[in-house]
């Protein structure tokens, strides 16, 4: 399992402020459910992301909007 953290365009915590999935092969413009009820697009993945970030399980960010 991947575990992203996801955030708004605006640089503010998205709600749920994660997103886990079986895959990490993700791409601009794709879109997810995460959790929330509702479905995010993803505008942005990062995956350059800090060493302490990644030993705690994270893969990376996503930057997300509603759709």
Do not use: K
């Amino acid at each position: 399992m991947f575990r992203f953290i996801l955030i708004s365009a605006d640089d503010q915590p998205y709600e749920p402020p994660s997103y886990v999935s079986p895959s990490d092969d993700w791409s601009a413009g794709d879109e997810i459910v995460p959790g929330n009820g509702g479905i995010a697009r993803i505008l942005d993945v990062d995956t350059e992301i800090h060493q302490h970030l990644r030993a705690l399980g994270f893969r990376g960010v996503f930057t997300v909007e509603p759709v």
